[in-house]
């Protein structure tokens, strides 16, 4: 089994990020029901407002192909796409468990 850890620093005011997080948060826990490798979807939004980063997910698939078919699958690109003009960073590891 493999964890795919994202975290995500958006770009805007407090209340743009938190419309942003809360559209790409939906978007992505809709996907083990679209994706056929994703066994699970966790997402979080930060509410510490002494921490930088805003959205945090993990994903859980079989094996690091599979991160690679859930990355390209065209529910995730759209997913991910919301985050467009909106992502100051991104930080990711992946690891087997």
Excluded at 19 to 36: C, D, G, R, S
Aim: with cysteine; hydrophobic share 45%.
């Amino acid at each position: 089994m493999v964890k795919h850890i994202v975290s995500f620093k958006l770009t805007g005011t407090a209340e743009e990020r938190m419309e942003v997080a809360l559209k790409f948060k939906a978007a992505l826990e809709a996907l083990p029901e679209q994706i056929e490798v994703l066994r699970s979807m966790e997402v979080g939004i930060n509410s510490n407002p002494n921490e930088t980063w805003d959205v945090v997910l993990t994903a859980v698939v079989d094996t690091m192909a599979d991160v690679d078919v859930y990355a390209k699958h065209p529910a995730h690109v759209a997913a991910a796409g919301l985050l467009a003009g909106h992502k100051d960073s991104r930080a990711c590891v992946d690891y087997e468990f």
